[in-house]
């Protein structure tokens, strides 16, 4: 069964960090594009962070550029978010989310993403 598995979600203030983990499992993530996705309750999905599979080339939306910081470890089977600075605004489910045939100029659709997890709840409090 292949699955990707978040961690590392939780209740922090305003200004701190925060590092979420995705560990994938049943296939090798490393051909894929890989990408952090998060939703706001009333809001739709919105992209976040993506990692290039290949040139590990990254992308990032405004909201958390400068801020936040996508990594992969292939060896792993893994991939990070290192979240800085946080502010209220980022309270979301954040969704680890892979797909072998993301185009990159296509990387900040979730449609397009056949991969998930099942999320982890970041709440950000002032």
């Known amino acids: 069964q292949v699955q990707l598995t978040e961690s590392g979600g939780g209740l922090v203030q305003a200004g701190d960090s925060l590092r979420l983990s995705c560990v994938g499992s049943?296939?090798?993530?490393?051909?894929?594009?890989m990408g952090w996705f998060r939703q706001a309750p009333g809001k739709e999905r919105e992209f976040v962070a993506a990692?290039?599979?290949?040139?590990?080339?990254?992308d990032y939306a405004d909201s958390v550029k400068g801020r936040f910081t996508i990594s992969r470890d292939n060896a792993k089977n893994s991939a990070s978010l290192e979240m800085n600075s946080v502010k209220p605004e980022d309270t979301a489910v954040y969704y680890c989310?892979?797909?072998?045939?993301?185009?990159?100029?296509?990387?900040?659709?979730?449609?397009?993403?056949?991969?998930w997890g099942q999320g982890t709840q970041v709440t950000v409090s002032s």
């Open positions: 049943g296939r090798t993530f490393s051909d894929c594009t």
């Open positions: 989310a892979a797909d072998r045939n993301v185009y990159w100029a296509t990387r900040q659709n979730p449609a397009r993403y056949f991969y």
């Open positions: 990692i290039r599979r290949s040139s590990g080339t990254t």
